[in-house]
């Protein structure tokens, strides 16, 4: 599992979101002024992910308005997407990477330790990709209270 650093080539997705429209981040980037946060949960409907979620949900307006889009995915089913979106009044996309080959290849699936036990999952993560198609910030094992603030820090957004 090799993890992307600033300056490299995101490598480009296209992925089903809830509804299963195709999502590709190169369209994605050529519409982001700035860039597109692209934000990896473990498992949607759980504790931390409906929190993580909810915080982007409630700063999406100053993302948006800083010239970013915002996209989540993990391996749940576009069902779970579906659900979980609407549940929580999500207005960007979830996307399913069920075979997790895009985490794979953005270093997001891998070894975690939960309680003692050790088991390959989703490594909750954030890259931003600048509208060239280059990350340019990644936060790896982030925690899913807090991350939101902290990424609208770095980002220099109030």
């Not at 981040?25 to 498992?43: H, M, N, T, W």
């Not at 010239?67 to 993990?74: A, E, L, N």
């Not at 088991?119 to 340019?136: E, L």
Request: proline share 5%; hydrophobic share 40%.
């Amino acid at each position: 599992m090799a993890q992307l650093a600033v300056g490299d080539a995101a490598p480009d997705f296209a992925l089903p979101d809830a509804q299963g429209t195709t999502v590709r981040l190169s369209e994605l980037c050529a519409s982001a002024d700035k860039g597109v946060i692209v934000y990896f949960y473990p498992k949607a409907c759980t504790p931390g992910c409906t929190k993580q979620a909810c915080d982007f949900r409630d700063s999406l307006a100053s993302l948006e308005a800083a010239g970013y889009r915002i996209v989540g995915i993990s391996p749940d089913s576009t069902t779970m997407q579906a659900k979980f979106s609407d549940r929580h009044h999500l207005p960007f996309p979830l996307l399913s990477d069920a075979d997790h080959a895009v985490m794979e290849a953005w270093g997001v699936w891998g070894e975690k330790k939960n309680y003692g036990k050790t088991y390959t999952g989703v490594i909750r993560s954030t890259v931003v990709v600048d509208p060239a198609g280059k990350v340019s910030l990644a936060r790896y094992n982030v925690k899913a209270t807090g991350h939101v603030r902290r990424l609208r820090a770095d980002l220099g957004i109030d």
